[in-house]
């Protein structure tokens, strides 16, 4: 598979519950990005990485959000002590770093309840 | 602060029809502007993009229409077909940085 994959697609939780999600990258994609979708809005940005490291961060990732890529490969993002407010598309994006567009995965999608 | 605005918010198009979405941007250091279509369910995909060293960039029935003096770019979907009926959304970056998208157009194209 040479897309970026998303694990796992759907999540139900309740309130209060940690929650966390995977992203696996294009291969040769060095830089992986995280981005909240809410209904009826665009994309929003929340933190990228370049290989390992975390190179910026959204002041929309409050410090409930951790996000981590070891090794330069896959990258998870928790969630925790989730809130009714969390509800939304998570999407992980890769791109070779050259400038071009992003490869979106096809995003988890979280209900918190 | 919302950096790209994006218009209208849905439009609906008679099969074979133009369909034209615009943007607008504010930061002039931004010299990325893609297009995505996205499916319900489905993650954005990258339809066509364009730099600002060019002012139109066209790939199969999809052009771009850049101005960079109005900082204003737009999508031209030529003959729109059902299968085009999508949600689109323009995006502005400074090359490597994070993209700011757009609030999306809801497109319907009516058979």
């Known amino acids: 598979d040479t897309g970026v994959s998303q694990d796992p697609r759907h999540k139900i939780t309740k309130r209060g519950q940690n929650v966390t999600f995977r992203c696996d990258p294009i291969?040769?994609?060095?830089?992986l990005y995280w981005y909240r979708q809410t209904l009826g809005q665009g994309p929003e940005f929340l933190t990228y990485?370049?290989?390992?490291?975390?190179?910026?961060k959204s002041r929309l990732l409050s410090d409930r959000f951790s996000a981590e890529r070891p090794k330069g490969s896959f990258s998870t993002l928790e969630i925790q002590r989730t809130e009714q407010g969390d509800s939304a598309m998570y999407l992980c994006a890769s791109s070779p770093g050259t400038g071009d567009g992003y490869t979106f995965g096809s995003g988890t999608r979280l209900t918190v309840v | 602060q919302q950096q790209v605005k994006q218009s209208p918010q849905s439009l609906i198009v008679q099969k074979g029809g133009i369909s034209i979405i615009n943007c607008a941007y504010e930061?002039?250091?931004?010299?990325?502007f893609p297009w995505y279509q996205q499916f319900p369910g489905k993650g954005p995909a990258l339809l066509i993009a364009i730099r600002p060293d060019v002012s139109e960039k066209k790939e199969g029935r999809f052009t771009i229409s850049f101005n960079k003096s109005a900082k204003q770019f737009s999508l031209h979907i030529m003959d729109s077909q059902p299968g085009d009926s999508a949600t689109y959304f323009c995006?502005?970056?400074?090359?490597?940085?994070?993209?700011?998208f757009g609030t999306g157009t809801s497109l319907t194209v009516i058979p």
């Open positions: 291969s040769e994609h060095n830089r």
């Open positions: 990485f370049q290989n390992e490291a975390q190179l910026e």
């Open positions: 930061n002039t250091a931004f010299d990325y």
């Open positions: 995006a502005a970056a400074n090359t490597g940085n994070q993209f700011y």
